[in-house]
């Protein structure tokens, strides 16, 4: 009993935002965010935000370019989308924030004054 409850535990943790130093590993977070966000719509019915998919999407790039500092903006925000998937829209989790916009692109002036 105790397993099941563990796993269904880890299944709900979002994807760990370490620093990204690999094009293997930082397609397997990637993927690993995407799948989380999936099975959050199957069991609760969210609604992936355009937002969540564009930024999913740039993720795999900066992977693939090995931009990891990109990456790392990336995962940070599909992480805290992720885990505050099930909070009012307006509260901005998932929306196009300054986040966001630095996710997309952290060369954008939204990045340069978060920092």
Do not use: H
Request: charged share 30%; glycine share 2%.
């Amino acid at each position: 009993m105790a397993l099941i409850a563990f796993m269904s535990l880890r299944l709900s943790m979002p994807a760990t935002a370490e620093t990204q130093k690999d094009t293997n590993a930082c397609l397997r977070t990637s993927n690993a965010l995407y799948k989380r966000g999936e099975e959050l719509y199957k069991k609760r019915r969210w609604q992936f935000p355009d937002e969540f998919r564009r930024v999913a999407s740039d993720l795999d790039q900066y992977c693939r370019d090995k931009e990891f500092k990109k990456a790392d903006i990336a995962i940070d925000w599909l992480n805290t989308c992720l885990r505050n998937y099930d909070k009012p829209d307006n509260q901005g989790y998932c929306t196009r924030s300054k986040k966001f916009f630095c996710a997309i692109d952290p060369a954008s002036e939204a990045c340069r004054s978060s920092n």
